[in-house]
């Protein structure tokens, strides 16, 4: 009897007191993320892109991916460029994608080449973003308004290479020619064909760094 006893009478099986009841409640489902979340990244160091239309924004300190971000359905990411608070991205179907580095949102896509014509190189000058595509043709973006201010024609192959210097550009091309420009976009420098076809391009104290095809690395001065 619990009365005569002072014991509590025992809970049937199927029944949990109040702290066990808390305890088995599972807590509620978390949202599973989505790929295309767009959240800021405090510690954005350097970004990647691949063929599969992502793109990756990693962190230096750790090495891990912070953020992925999608260009589109059947869009791959042939190159990128930071320009202050903004990365662009190149794409292969002729685009170019502008992401605020503040929230990751897209805020722009200009259609830089014709459909599937595409964009190979990309590279910042002055207040300019310049695009190199695979119809041998640079473009000249003004970044307020994201309008092509010019075309710049100087190659007869794709321009596969970009670097920029200040106000300062230089061009790589498949058909073995190297040119430099200033900002009034007319050539400085012509390597004329004394290179094969050129697909990487820097500058390193004022001289233009350039690897080729047939994997020769040569340093030319300004």
């Not at 992502?54 to 090495?63: D, G, Q, R, V």
């Not at 794409?91 to 990751?104: K, Q």
């Not at 190979?120 to 994201?146: E, R």
């Not at 321009?159 to 058909?175: C, P, R, T």
Request: charged letters at 20%; one cysteine or more.
């Amino acid at each position: 009897n619990p009365e005569s006893t002072g014991e509590t009478p025992p809970l049937p099986d199927d029944t949990l007191g109040g702290d066990e009841v808390a305890a088995a409640t599972p807590p509620p489902p978390r949202r599973r993320p989505r790929n295309n979340d767009r959240r800021p990244v405090s510690t954005f160091e350097f970004a990647s892109g691949s063929d599969d239309g992502s793109i990756k924004i990693w962190s230096a300190s750790n090495l891990r991916c912070q953020l992925t971000l999608h260009a589109g359905h059947n869009v791959g990411i042939l190159v990128l460029a930071a320009l202050p608070g903004k990365l662009a991205c190149g794409a292969d179907d002729g685009s170019i994608i502008i992401f605020d580095t503040r929230t990751w949102a897209s805020l722009q896509r200009i259609q830089g080449e014709a459909e599937n014509n595409e964009i190979w190189a990309l590279a910042v000058v002055d207040h300019y973003l310049v695009s190199g595509s695979v119809n041998a043709a640079i473009k000249v973006w003004n970044t307020q308004t994201w309008t092509c201010e010019r075309d710049v024609l100087n190659h007869d192959g794709p321009v596969y290479a970009l670097a920029a210097l200040q106000n300062h550009l230089v061009s790589g091309s498949s058909d073995e020619t190297i040119a430099a420009y200033s900002t009034d976009w007319q050539p400085e420098l012509d390597g004329g064909n004394s290179c094969s076809g050129v697909w990487a391009l820097t500058i390193h104290n004022d001289r233009i760094v350039s690897g080729g095809v047939n994997g020769v690395i040569r340093i030319w001065d300004r």
